[in-house]
């Protein structure tokens, strides 16, 4: 019986499929050398050709993954299912450990070198060595799900993560909500949204220095800090999740979380940064001025206390400079605006390198995490168990932490060393888990 050219190229298509699922049980089962490895890809690739001379455009694949991060099984696979030859299931027996994936993968995947990430995982001694999810019996190990949190945070999709460690995707979204839930109810957050005193206290003489030798002028001899927000775009919330969540009207929704000078939903996040280049931030609605966001993260309050002391004994009094949104008083010093002689003219410019930091770290910490400059991706009211307002003030915390094994550009800027990680977790870890926040909740 003579077979029509569609139904030859169907039987070829089933010929081609056979061969690829014969290579890809061999990937499974059987360890390879780098000779045996390439031979196989190269035989993909003469497969791929003879396709495209049959069919044309009909079959044609389309590669969305690096495939020198995941296993050759999962290639075929992913091959597979481009090539519309039916939903396979090619994955290994069990899930990959972080310890498994090669050292000089590690900082082109989170951005963290291998040493500096182990070093994280058991700074972080209050979290349980094993996370549980509270609506699934999914777990992984503390190790896994930081890796997972920051793979996610680089921007990779849970499809692209699922490649890298070997967890289906739908386990990856829970494992890394689970991650964010207990992250968020711990006293590390603490460090992103307060100063720590004791560690600041000792360093203001050093952080005085450091911005007097970065060009601020004598009215505001003293700088130790710079200040600046910042609006993080996302998604309209839908009208069933604000239901859900409490809100009578889409209207209150509009009110809380829409911006008609900027156009957009979403947040607002302020970012002090200190003369060392660790940040503290704080974080409410789109709508809120950033003098009221620096008012919320009691910084006025905290160098009014160092300043009283530090006067007693005829020291200079600490103070942060902003940018004209802020409200000026003896502690806030801010650039001048509106009809300005000569003088401030100069004071201005004089102050736009001391200034600059503070506006940097939004961009450095975007490069750093790209997960946050994608605002399809976030949903204020329905984005899992991990709400983006938790989220912010994590990638503070762990933007900190990238601060100190790394530096960035106000620490360069100011000539002061970031502190060790060590140093910025000292006093966190010295306590038993709450106390912290239950001081807090009662300041």
């Not at 061969?19 to 990937?27: I, K, Q």
């Not at 009215?219 to 009208?239: E, F």
């Amino acid at each position: 019986m003579r077979r029509t050219p569609w139904e030859r190229g169907r039987l070829r298509q089933h010929e081609f499929t056979s061969a690829r699922m014969a290579l890809a049980m061999r990937a499974m089962t059987t360890s390879f050398n780098e000779a045996a490895q390439a031979d196989i890809h190269n035989q993909l690739e003469e497969d791929d050709d003879d396709i495209d001379v049959l069919d044309d455009e009909e079959y044609d694949c389309q590669h969305s993954l690096d495939t020198s991060l995941i296993p050759l099984a999962t290639i075929l696979a992913n091959h597979q299912r481009a090539l519309g030859c039916g939903e396979i299931e090619l994955r290994g027996p069990r899930m990959m450990g972080v310890d498994e994936i090669g050292a000089g993968q590690f900082y082109e995947l989170i951005n963290f070198t291998q040493e500096h990430f182990y070093t994280i995982v058991s700074l972080h001694s209050k979290l349980p060595d094993e996370m549980h999810s509270t609506i699934s019996r999914h777990h992984c190990s503390k190790e896994m799900g930081l890796f997972l949190m920051l793979l996610r945070w680089r921007n990779h999709t849970f499809a692209q993560i699922e490649a890298i460690v070997n967890i289906r995707r739908n386990i990856c979204s829970d494992l890394y909500n689970t991650v964010i839930d207990i992250l968020k109810d711990t006293d590390y957050v603490i460090l992103a949204c307060n100063v720590d005193i004791a560690r600041v206290q000792s360093s203001i003489t050093h952080y005085q220095e450091g911005t007097e030798s970065a060009g601020t002028t004598s009215a505001h001899k003293g700088m130790v800090c710079a200040t600046d927000g910042k609006p993080m775009r996302s998604c309209r919330p839908s009208n069933i999740a604000a239901k859900k969540t409490g809100f009578n009207s889409k209207d209150d929704v509009q009110n809380l979380f829409y911006s008609g000078y900027i156009h957009c939903h979403g947040l607002r996040i302020s970012h002090t940064i200190w003369a060392d280049g660790i940040a503290q931030c704080a974080v409410g609605s789109i709508k809120d001025a950033d003098q009221k966001l620096l008012s919320r993260s009691e910084l006025p309050d905290t160098l009014r206390y160092i300043g009283e002391k530090r006067a007693r004994v005829g020291e200079e009094e600490p103070l942060v400079y902003g940018d004209p949104a802020y409200t000026s008083s003896k502690y806030v010093h801010r650039k001048h605006k509106g009809a300005i002689s000569k003088e401030q003219e100069r004071d201005n410019a004089c102050m736009i390198k001391p200034r600059s930091p503070a506006e940097d770290t939004f961009k450095d910490l975007i490069v750093l995490f790209p997960f946050f400059d994608d605002k399809l991706k976030h949903k204020i009211l329905t984005h899992g168990r991990a709400k983006y307002k938790d989220e912010l003030i994590l990638c503070t915390l762990f933007y900190n932490l990238h601060t100190c094994c790394y530096s960035n550009q106000a620490s360069s800027n100011y000539y002061v060393p970031p502190p060790t990680m060590e140093e910025y977790y000292e006093r966190v870890n010295m306590v038993p888990c709450g106390v912290i926040a239950m001081a807090h909740e009662t300041k």
